[in-house]
């Protein structure tokens, strides 16, 4: 660059199957201007999806930042060291409940008092990660008790019925809704431990979960 010149760089990272198709990316956006393109359309596909589903920016960043702690595990995110101690079963234990194990999976405690807000969240979460293609399990175990316990579970439903996402009711990489009074507790306990995130109604919505650093001891 001469004294006083200016320069434009282009930096992409790709991802290939060949060396021969990453040279071939490397030729179609080294042009300034299809670098600029493809910025432009990334963000077009990136508001039509968010109109899509009814959700903000800030929305998206969180859920890519939950996404985050799903897929690399992040300790904070995760049930308690004694509970992990405490669970005795494997993988075979989630398939009474229709759950493979296969994918990861995101567990939300409802508990008694709570509203549904942070489901509701999950909900859309979950479709977010779907339409980019981040299979997930969420599981939603209602612990309400008492007479209160099947109103709640049809709230849940309704939720996840209104979403849209009925179809993706118990099926891998979908949703599952589950009854705390029905499981035994080393379900409960293996539901925990298998969890990337693990989540509950009292601790507010996702913003405050990501904030969170340490494991809750409030959660059993």
Not at 121 to 129: F, G, K, M, S, T
Not at 203 to 209: A, E, L, P, Y
Request: hydrophobic share 45%; net charge neutral.
């Amino acid at each position: 660059i001469v004294p006083g010149g200016s320069a434009q760089l282009t930096f992409a990272t790709g991802v290939a199957e060949s060396r021969e198709q990453a040279l071939h990316l490397a030729d179609r956006y080294r042009d300034p201007e299809a670098a600029a393109r493809a910025f432009a359309m990334a963000w077009t596909q990136c508001q039509v999806e968010l109109r899509h589903l009814n959700i903000s920016a800030a929305d998206a960043q969180r859920f890519q930042r939950l996404a985050a702690a799903v897929l690399y595990m992040d300790g904070a995110k995760r049930a308690r060291p004694e509970v992990l101690e405490r669970n005795v079963k494997g993988q075979p234990g989630l398939w009474a409940y229709g759950i493979s194990g296969d994918e990861p999976i995101v567990v939300v405690q409802v508990e008694a008092g709570d509203d549904l807000s942070l489901v509701r969240e999950l909900i859309q979460a979950h479709q977010y990660w779907r339409l980019k293609r981040l299979a997930v399990d969420l599981v939603i175990v209602n612990e309400h008790a008492g007479g209160y316990l099947q109103g709640v579970q049809d709230q849940i439903l309704g939720l996840v019925r209104s979403s849209g996402s009925s179809a993706w009711l118990n099926q891998r990489g979908g949703i599952f809704t589950l009854r705390a009074d029905m499981l035994p507790a080393d379900d409960l306990a293996l539901l925990q431990t298998v969890a990337r995130v693990l989540l509950s109604t009292r601790r507010g919505g996702v913003g405050q979960h990501l904030r969170r650093r340490a494991p809750d001891p409030a959660v059993p």
